[in-house]
């Protein structure tokens, strides 16, 4: 909508680049052009703005496919005014001068017209098209035939309105048959679900048993093993045992190799021990065969007094001297034939 100001009873008009002004006055065309700045008087003044902008008009409307099921298209139109001298003539754009306001409703006259043109086209194209292949391949046919039926609709171009581009958002069916139609989709999807599960299952469980065979291999491998172990232990042992003997009868026969030989020893020992006392016991008493019994009987005093505990003090009587003596000094009596 165009700025308008007053001043003193003249008004000035401000319009957007988008904005193509049209002012008249007096039956005369004084001001065209898009962004118009200029003075006017309201009383003479008769103006138009013409929007020259892109415009997305959205729309929606129902058909019917061939096989009687009804559907819901969302679609969207993107025009705008190339001749706005032409939409001008064609359509009421003309603005009030004092509020720069719409007298008329153009764009809602467009947007009927396009859209009914374009409802035109998609009800001949879905009429044609059952249910399934309109939503599989109802999107890009509905577009296409739009779109050539726009550029081709001979209204269009007479009003200056040019279409930049046509899209078709989706096309729906009702909700139960939506939801019917979705049912084999989803029970396929729940299928493959539930062979994927499975499938998990099944390779769980597979790789379970090769664990458990896994496990049950290394046990008896274990088992094979600790078997050897004893074996090997009970060899080790016997031998170990055997070894043991010889060398303990090596050592015994060696004990008594040395026991005998000692005791051998021992006995030449003796002998020779028992040999040299005897001979020296026959020369001792070979000795004392030839000496004076007196002398004997001194030697056999000396020897007592070398064997009797130690005399501090010896106190000999009268009687015991004398008797000695006298005993000294009797003579021995002869030795019998």
Same mark, same amino acid.
Not at 92 to 114: I, M, N
Not at 207 to 221: D, F, G, Y
Not at 228 to 250: C, F, H, P, W, Y
């Given at each position: 909508?165009?700025?308008?100001?007053?001043?003193? #009873?003249?008004?000035?008009?401000?319009?957007?680049?988008?904005?193509?002004?049209?002012?008249?006055?007096? #039956?005369?065309?004084?001001?065209? $052009?898009?962004?118009?700045?200029?003075?006017?008087? =309201?009383?003479?003044?008769?103006? =138009?703005?013409?929007?020259?902008?892109?415009?997305?008009?959205?729309?929606?409307?129902?058909?019917?496919?061939?096989?009687?099921?009804?559907?819901?298209?969302?679609?969207?139109?993107?025009?705008?005014?190339?001749?706005?001298?032409?939409?001008?003539?064609?359509?009421?754009?003309?603005?009030?001068?004092? @509020?720069?306001?719409?007298? $008329?409703?153009?764009?809602?006259?467009?947007?009927?017209?396009?859209? &009914?043109?374009?409802?035109?086209? @998609?009800?001949?194209?879905?009429?044609?098209?059952?249910?399934?292949?309109?939503?599989?391949? $109802?999107?890009?046919?509905?577009? &296409?035939?739009?779109?050539?039926?726009?550029?081709?609709?001979?209204?269009?171009?007479?009003?200056?309105?040019?279409?930049?581009?046509?899209?078709?958002?989706?096309?729906?069916?009702?909700? *139960?048959?939506?939801?019917?139609?979705?049912?084999?989709?989803?029970?396929?999807?729940?299928?493959?679900?539930?062979? =994927?599960?499975?499938?998990?299952?099944?390779?769980?469980?597979?790789?379970?048993?090769?664990?458990?065979?896994?496990?049950?291999?290394?046990?008896?491998?274990?088992?094979?093993?600790?078997?050897?172990?004893?074996?090997?232990?009970?060899?080790?042992?016997?031998?170990?045992? *055997?070894?043991?003997?010889?060398?303990? #009868?090596?050592?015994?026969?060696?004990?008594?190799?040395?026991?005998?030989?000692?005791?051998?020893?021992?006995? *030449?020992?003796?002998?020779?021990?028992?040999?040299?006392?005897? *001979?020296?016991?026959?020369?001792?008493?070979?000795?004392?065969?030839?000496?004076?019994?007196?002398?004997?009987?001194?030697?056999?005093?000396?020897?007592?007094?070398?064997?009797?505990?130690?005399?501090?003090?010896?106190?000999?009587?009268?009687?015991?001297?004398? #008797?000695?003596?006298?005993?000294? $000094?009797?003579?021995?009596?002869?030795?019998?034939?």
């Amino acid at each position: 909508m165009a700025d308008i100001t007053r001043r003193f #009873g003249w008004r000035h008009l401000r319009s957007a680049p988008t904005a193509h002004i049209r002012h008249h006055k007096r #039956g005369r065309l004084t001001h065209d $052009g898009p962004g118009l700045s200029f003075w006017y008087r =309201s009383l003479s003044a008769a103006l =138009s703005e013409v929007p020259v902008d892109d415009r997305e008009l959205a729309m929606a409307f129902h058909a019917r496919t061939a096989d009687f099921q009804d559907v819901t298209v969302q679609a969207t139109v993107t025009y705008r005014v190339s001749d706005p001298a032409a939409a001008a003539a064609r359509l009421d754009f003309s603005v009030d001068p004092d @509020t720069g306001v719409w007298r $008329g409703t153009p764009l809602e006259q467009t947007a009927t017209l396009l859209t &009914e043109t374009a409802q035109q086209h @998609t009800l001949d194209v879905l009429a044609r098209t059952p249910l399934a292949a309109a939503l599989v391949d $109802g999107v890009a046919a509905v577009r &296409e035939r739009v779109a050539a039926g726009l550029s081709a609709e001979p209204r269009l171009p007479d009003t200056g309105i040019d279409v930049v581009a046509v899209r078709v958002v989706a096309i729906r069916p009702e909700a *139960e048959v939506e939801r019917a139609l979705r049912t084999p989709a989803r029970e396929q999807i729940q299928q493959e679900a539930d062979r =994927s599960v499975y499938e998990r299952r099944a390779v769980a469980v597979e790789r379970e048993r090769t664990i458990a065979e896994n496990e049950l291999a290394s046990k008896i491998e274990l088992a094979r093993r600790e078997e050897q172990l004893v074996d090997q232990r009970g060899t080790n042992a016997r031998r170990e045992a *055997e070894e043991k003997s010889a060398a303990d #009868g090596v050592r015994s026969a060696a004990e008594a190799a040395r026991t005998v030989r000692l005791a051998r020893a021992e006995a *030449e020992a003796a002998r020779e021990v028992g040999a040299a006392r005897a *001979e020296a016991q026959s020369a001792w008493l070979r000795a004392h065969a030839d000496v004076d019994p007196a002398t004997l009987h001194a030697l056999a005093a000396t020897r007592l007094a070398e064997n009797l505990p130690r005399i501090d003090s010896l106190t000999l009587s009268p009687d015991v001297l004398s #008797g000695l003596l006298a005993r000294l $000094g009797r003579p021995e009596p002869e030795a019998r034939a």
